[in-house]
């Protein structure tokens, strides 16, 4: 799996690319922690490289979610597309996190 992060100062973005699933979530885990526990921003994920997620993912997304809202910060989603997109809407994933349509909209009103 390949992971780019990007950080302009005002929001952290993360490309994960590939299949996101037990053998390499530790991986995403560890990038997503870096900039929830090393950066004072808000996280952006673009999932649109993601070719498929399971649970291991989703996992990561909620526990990064859950300590970025204790510090009054927000992780949004997006370039979600078929599998991943069907993943999420099954798991109820869709009404728990923040899911934009594009990284412009993703980036609206954060500071």
Request: charged share 25%; hydrophobic share 45%; proline share 1%.
């Amino acid at each position: 799996m390949n992971i780019e992060v990007i950080d302009d100062g005002i929001v952290a973005l993360i490309r994960p690319e590939g299949k996101l699933d037990s053998s390499n979530s530790a991986e995403f885990e560890l990038a997503v922690n870096q900039v929830v526990n090393g950066l004072d921003t808000s996280l952006i994920v673009d999932l649109g490289k993601v070719s498929f997620m399971a649970s291991a993912g989703l996992r990561v997304l909620l526990g990064a979610a859950k300590k970025l809202s204790a510090d009054d910060r927000a992780l949004r989603v997006f370039g979600l597309n078929g599998l991943v997109r069907e993943t999420f809407e099954i798991s109820g994933f869709v009404s728990i996190l923040d899911i934009s349509t594009s990284e412009a909209e993703a980036r609206e009103g954060l500071k």
